[in-house]
């Protein structure tokens, strides 16, 4: 955790602190920055070892656009992206701009210790996904075509009522739709699943 930087942004001081303790008590070494402004004015010396935790949401310039900047800039810092619920459209967004992970608010200690460790991985390795991909596509062969159906509707952020409307069931059968396609893709949480569609290049 010592060669690497988790820089920290996001536009309340009290996420900051708490972000900051959670992180420094874990053992990462930790820089904190109230905009996505003040982090890409420091971003050029600052990213060679470096991972960026940044909220989805913030006033001068919302997460997507800063991993966008960081992009034209050349600095390709992994990142985490944190959000509020009903932002997966936002948070789809940020992952295809380079976010490795996105986590829905309120989240466990332990889901953002194990997503920065995972961004770190990529200083690492750089390496594509193909052996991921490759095992990713029988699983979504073995999903039905309602269940694609629905697939495409989550990974769009449509809720259950939505995507029962717009199928014409039943929001109990959108749930159990939802239930066997996570359970198919053995994925353990929306995120996951929203990484495995992305990866699949089901999420326009």
């Known amino acids: 955790m010592d060669n690497y930087t988790v820089h920290i942004v996001d536009d309340e001081e009290e996420v900051r602190r708490s972000l900051a303790f959670l992180l420094t008590a874990t053992g ?3 820089r904190v920055h109230d905009s996505a402004t003040s982090f890409l004015a420091v971003a050029p010396s600052a990213v060679s070892k470096a991972c960026l935790v940044t909220d989805l949401r913030m ?4 997460g997507v656009e800063l991993l966008e900047k960081l992009n034209e800039m050349g600095a390709l810092v992994p990142a985490v992206v944190i ?3 009903g932002d997966v459209p936002m948070a789809v967004a940020a992952m ?8 829905e608010k309120p989240f466990e200690d332990e889901v953002l210790i194990s997503s920065i460790t995972r961004a770190a991985e990529r200083l690492h390795k750089i390496a594509g ?16 075509d309602r269940e694609r159906q629905v697939l495409h509707a989550i990974v769009a952020g449509l809720p259950n009522k939505t995507i029962a409307y717009d199928l014409d069931i039943s929001p109990r059968t959108v749930e159990v739709h939802r239930a066997n396609i996570m359970s198919k893709m053995r994925a353990r949480s929306l995120p996951e699943l929203v990484r495995m569609a992305i990866a699949l290049g089901l999420a326009e």
Request: glycine residues 12%; aromatic residues 6%.
């Open 83 to 85: 959000t509020g619920h």
């Open 129 to 144: 996904s193909g052996e991921d991909i490759a095992a990713l596509r029988p699983r979504l062969s073995g999903l039905s």
């Open 28 to 30: 990462f070494t930790v």
């Open 59 to 62: 006033p001068d310039m919302n």
């Open 96 to 103: 295809k701009a380079g976010a490795v992970d996105f986590i």
